[in-house]
């Protein structure tokens, strides 16, 4: 079997505390055709100095790329996938951490099927997690696990796929590189929520993917996280991937091929979820940016009750709660929210 080679890709931004445990987790790792890429995004802590001094120790391993300009994770990926060579591509964020086994026992699967992408599960960790009381010893890979693939993957089952939301993150897997490059699969750059326009935007292209059942990625909750911050301006970077997502789909020509799954996540992921951060995370939540949500699903999926998805995969109060977002003017939806 070919060791095929792989580039695991570091954005980093002001994350000294963290780097030291994700970066030896990756040096760690028993996968030997693997070159770690770190990419300073204008960091102003400490964060390049450890950077380098990594790079110094091993040289022959690690790249440090250092970005003159701050485009966010996405544009930090962006760059680490463009300097990259590798067959394959994966993604560790900076304050997380992996098993040793994790990229031998994906890049197995990968090399073995020719697969264009190899997931695994994570694990969450708290904060203070480091890999010696953290990395579980039954995650390791053995000859009685039951990998699950999905060959030759067709319209109907990639749909059903991607509405379940249960297989696919950018850093649990690994990723074909020719498959990104030849179909512009690159991360929007300077916004936060960029996950929801990559993810779903490469399972729209994976035709032969595995699913490891083992918890090889640690993935640390942080109190007072980026994801969780109260009137942050970023949040409201939601609005405009998802108009990115829709632009994407439209330009390769997508939309109506695969439009019960597309109109179904501006439902959950791009109308739902983006209502109730709004709400429960703007003291005072910006009546435009809302309105500018509703426009959008009344402008392009006017049917959108009918979809097939949003009837079996959404609970019935979050129906309710949708039927009042499209009915109500948003005043009165955010003052009804209060007795609700």
Not at 283 to 303: A, G, H, L, S, T
Request: aromatic share 14%; net charge neutral; proline share 3%.
């Amino acid at each position: 079997m070919e060791n095929l080679s792989l580039s695991v890709i570091v954005p980093v931004y002001n994350m000294e505390k963290y780097l030291e445990t994700c970066i030896e987790s990756l040096l760690a790792q028993t996968y030997d055709n693997l070159q770690i890429i770190l990419v300073n995004d204008c960091s102003t802590d400490g964060s390049l100095g450890i950077l380098n001094d990594y790079k110094s120790k091993y040289p022959d391993k690690i790249v440090v790329i250092d970005s003159k300009e701050n485009l966010r994770q996405g544009g930090a990926r962006n760059l680490g996938m463009k300097f990259s060579k590798s067959e394959y591509i994966g993604f560790v964020d900076a304050d997380d951490f992996v098993h040793p086994d994790m990229y031998e026992v994906l890049m197995k699967e990968a090399c073995k099927n020719g697969l264009d992408a190899v997931y695994c599960e994570y694990e969450k960790v708290d904060e203070t997690a480091t890999a010696k009381n953290a990395v579980r010893k039954d995650a390791v890979f053995d000859a009685s696990m039951d990998i699950k693939v999905f060959w030759n993957i067709s319209d109907e089952e990639r749909m059903k796929i991607m509405a379940s939301h249960k297989y696919g993150s950018v850093w649990g897997g690994v990723y074909r590189h020719k498959l990104i490059e030849s179909n512009d699969l690159y991360f929007p750059e300077h916004l936060a929520y960029e996950d929801n326009y990559w993810v779903y935007a490469l399972q729209l292209f994976l035709e032969n993917v595995a699913v490891v059942p083992r918890k090889l990625y640690y993935y640390r909750q942080q109190n007072g996280s980026t994801s969780h911050k109260k009137n942050a301006k970023h949040h409201c970077d939601r609005v405009e991937i998802g108009i990115k997502y829709l632009e994407f789909v439209k330009d390769k020509q997508m939309l109506q091929r695969y439009h019960d799954i597309i109109e179904f996540l501006f439902i959950e992921v791009f109308t739902l979820n983006s209502y109730s951060i709004f709400v429960n995370y703007f003291d005072r939540p910006n009546i435009d940016q809302i309105d500018y949500i509703k426009n959008v699903m009344k402008r392009e999926f006017p049917c959108w009750r009918r979809n097939k998805f949003y009837k079996t995969e959404i609970p019935i109060r979050r129906k309710i709660n949708m039927n009042l977002i499209m009915l109500l003017p948003v005043k009165c939806y955010l003052r009804l929210r209060k007795y609700i």
